[in-house]
Protein backbone atom coordinates (compact mmCIF):
# COMPACT_ATOMS: atom_id res chain seq x y z
CA UNK A 1 0.00 0.00 0.00
CA UNK A 2 1.73 3.38 -1.47
CA UNK A 3 1.55 6.39 1.11
CA UNK A 4 -1.70 8.37 -0.85
CA UNK A 5 -3.73 7.27 -3.71
CA UNK A 6 -5.81 9.84 -5.30
CA UNK A 7 -9.09 7.60 -5.89
CA UNK A 8 -8.47 6.25 -2.09
CA UNK A 9 -8.46 10.31 -0.97
CA UNK A 10 -11.57 11.24 -2.78
CA UNK A 11 -13.41 8.65 -1.30
CA UNK A 12 -12.47 9.20 1.72
CA UNK A 13 -13.65 13.20 1.60
CA UNK A 14 -16.68 11.97 0.40
CA UNK A 15 -18.17 9.70 2.47
CA UNK A 16 -16.33 11.73 5.34
CA UNK A 17 -17.62 14.93 4.51
CA UNK A 18 -19.89 16.17 7.67
CA UNK A 19 -23.16 14.36 7.45
CA UNK A 20 -22.84 11.81 4.64
CA UNK A 21 -22.09 8.93 6.68
CA UNK A 22 -25.11 9.49 8.35
CA UNK A 23 -26.94 10.13 5.73
CA UNK A 24 -25.58 6.80 4.05
CA UNK A 25 -26.53 4.89 6.69
CA UNK A 26 -30.27 6.12 7.39
CA UNK A 27 -30.48 5.53 3.27
CA UNK A 28 -29.18 1.87 4.47
CA UNK A 29 -31.58 1.10 6.80
CA UNK A 30 -34.05 1.57 4.31
CA UNK A 31 -35.48 5.34 5.38
CA UNK A 32 -36.29 7.21 1.71
CA UNK A 33 -38.16 10.07 2.29
CA UNK A 34 -36.43 13.91 2.94
CA UNK A 35 -38.29 14.43 6.22
CA UNK A 36 -37.71 11.09 7.50
CA UNK A 37 -34.19 11.82 6.91
CA UNK A 38 -34.03 14.84 8.35
CA UNK A 39 -36.08 13.47 11.45
CA UNK A 40 -33.15 10.19 11.41
CA UNK A 41 -30.46 12.50 11.56
CA UNK A 42 -30.27 14.46 14.97
CA UNK A 43 -28.94 17.98 14.36
CA UNK A 44 -28.67 17.46 10.65
CA UNK A 45 -30.67 21.26 8.93
CA UNK A 46 -32.96 20.61 6.13
CA UNK A 47 -30.53 22.85 4.01
CA UNK A 48 -27.48 20.89 4.89
CA UNK A 49 -29.49 17.81 4.03
CA UNK A 50 -30.71 19.01 0.45
CA UNK A 51 -27.19 20.15 -0.34
CA UNK A 52 -25.56 16.76 0.88
CA UNK A 53 -28.30 14.76 -1.26
CA UNK A 54 -27.32 16.92 -4.19
CA UNK A 55 -23.58 15.91 -3.60
CA UNK A 56 -24.40 12.11 -3.57
CA UNK A 57 -26.41 12.12 -5.92
CA UNK A 58 -23.96 13.95 -8.34
CA UNK A 59 -21.58 11.52 -7.43
CA UNK A 60 -23.44 8.61 -8.42
CA UNK A 61 -24.62 7.04 -4.70
CA UNK A 62 -28.00 8.75 -4.23
CA UNK A 63 -30.49 8.55 -6.83
CA UNK A 64 -33.51 11.28 -6.73
CA UNK A 65 -36.94 10.04 -7.63
CA UNK A 66 -40.04 12.54 -8.35
CA UNK A 67 -43.33 10.84 -8.00
CA UNK A 68 -45.83 13.24 -9.60
CA UNK A 69 -48.78 12.98 -6.97
CA UNK A 70 -50.54 16.02 -5.24
CA UNK A 71 -48.41 17.26 -2.76
CA UNK A 72 -45.36 16.27 -5.04
CA UNK A 73 -43.46 13.06 -3.33
CA UNK A 74 -39.30 13.11 -3.52
CA UNK A 75 -37.69 9.81 -2.73
CA UNK A 76 -33.90 9.03 -2.33
CA UNK A 77 -32.53 5.71 -2.32
CA UNK A 78 -28.87 4.52 -3.03
CA UNK A 79 -27.53 3.22 -6.46
CA UNK A 80 -25.70 0.21 -6.68
CA UNK A 81 -22.64 2.29 -6.30
CA UNK A 82 -24.38 3.76 -2.97
CA UNK A 83 -25.13 0.32 -1.81
CA UNK A 84 -21.81 -1.08 -2.53
CA UNK A 85 -20.51 1.16 0.41
CA UNK A 86 -22.93 -0.62 2.67
CA UNK A 87 -19.68 -3.01 3.78
CA UNK A 88 -17.82 0.07 4.20
CA UNK A 89 -20.72 1.56 6.38
CA UNK A 90 -20.74 -1.42 8.53
CA UNK A 91 -17.01 -1.54 9.49
CA UNK A 92 -16.78 1.70 10.38
CA UNK A 93 -19.61 1.55 12.40
CA UNK A 94 -18.23 -1.53 13.71
CA UNK A 95 -15.18 0.23 14.68
CA UNK A 96 -17.00 3.10 16.10
CA UNK A 97 -18.84 0.46 18.55
CA UNK A 98 -15.63 -0.20 19.44
CA UNK A 99 -13.64 2.34 20.40
CA UNK A 100 -16.40 4.89 21.36
CA UNK A 101 -19.03 3.28 23.24
CA UNK A 102 -17.70 3.78 26.54
CA UNK A 103 -16.72 7.47 25.70
CA UNK A 104 -19.13 8.95 28.01
CA UNK A 105 -18.55 6.19 30.44
CA UNK A 106 -14.64 6.26 30.75
CA UNK A 107 -13.46 9.89 29.64
CA UNK A 108 -12.41 8.78 25.51
CA UNK A 109 -11.00 11.44 23.98
CA UNK A 110 -13.50 14.18 23.76
CA UNK A 111 -15.13 13.66 27.15
CA UNK A 112 -11.79 13.21 28.55
CA UNK A 113 -10.47 16.72 27.59
CA UNK A 114 -13.92 18.44 27.96
CA UNK A 115 -13.96 16.88 31.68
CA UNK A 116 -10.39 18.45 32.19
CA UNK A 117 -11.49 21.87 31.08
CA UNK A 118 -14.27 21.92 33.16
CA UNK A 119 -11.88 20.60 36.12
CA UNK A 120 -9.65 23.39 35.57
CA UNK A 121 -6.78 21.17 34.43
CA UNK A 122 -5.04 22.36 31.31
CA UNK A 123 -1.96 20.88 29.48
CA UNK A 124 1.50 21.05 30.48
CA UNK A 125 1.58 24.96 29.77
CA UNK A 126 -1.43 25.94 32.30
CA UNK A 127 -4.14 28.24 31.61
CA UNK A 128 -3.20 31.59 30.09
CA UNK A 129 -3.83 33.48 33.33
CA UNK A 130 -1.49 30.41 34.53
CA UNK A 131 1.28 31.90 31.77
CA UNK A 132 0.71 35.39 32.55
CA UNK A 133 -1.47 36.32 29.80
CA UNK A 134 -3.68 38.68 30.60
CA UNK A 135 -6.75 39.68 28.49
CA UNK A 136 -7.14 43.22 26.77
CA UNK A 137 -8.91 45.90 27.96
CA UNK A 138 -9.65 49.08 26.16
Do not use: N, Q
Not at 78 to 105: F, M, N, P, Q
Request: glycine fraction near 12%; charged fraction near 30%; charge should be positive.
Amino acid sequence: MSGFCPKYHRAVELIGRRWSGAILRALLSGVTRFTDLSEMVPGLSDRMLAERLKELEAEGIVRRKVIPETPVRVEYSLTEKGRSLEAVITAVSGWADRWYAEAGKTGGPVEGRRAKAEAGEHGRRGSAAERGHVPYKA
